[in-house]
Each structure stands twice: as C-alpha cells, then as structure tokens.
C-alpha cells in the first residue's frame, strides 16, 4: 500500500509537469511551486521507506513461521526416534510418520547423502 501511495503522489507532476504543480501553488497560495516539488519528493521518500519496512517485518515474520515449523518438525522426530529406539513402532508406521513430519516443512533442505 505504502509503494502505491508513493506512486500516486508521483503521479500528479508526473502527468501534470510544471502546470500541476503551479495550480498547487495556486490552491494553497505558495510562493513558490519548487515547495510543492519538495513536499511532493519527501512525501514519495516517506511512503517508500514504510512500505520497504512492512515488506521486511513481513518477511520477518514469515521466517519466524518457518524456524517454529521447524522447532516443531524436530521435536516430533525425536519422538519418533525414541518410540523407535524402544520398539514401540512397525518400522512401516514409522516410515509413515517420518514422512508426514518431513512434509510440513519443505523448505528445509535435504542433506547430500554420505
């Protein structure tokens, strides 16, 4: 929201030039229109370095997602191992489970095998 907001305050000088922001001088009685050329340039700056803020808090948040997913992953595994090391489990039921844990985090790379 905050890129299309910068967006659209560029847009006026953009499609106007010289004459939108003369009429802006005008409406709000400015000396100068290099005011409204200012305002408008700080305005974008604004708005630009929110929506590069929300971009990285929301990519921050998904990384926090994805190290939970994992944290969780891993906890079931060892309980898998355990159940395992006690022979509590078909080997088969195991594979199953390992399986279904494994899925919920994809983004987890495989390791080369040895």
Known sequence: MGSALAAMVTAGPAAGGTGFTEAVQGIFSLGDDSVVWRFLCLAAVILSVAAALA???????ALTDRVSAAETTNAQLEGLQDTLDFGHIPIDDALKLYQQYVAQIPFVDQLPSR
Do not use: D, E, R
């Open 55 to 61: 971009t990285n808090f929301a990519n921050s948040h």
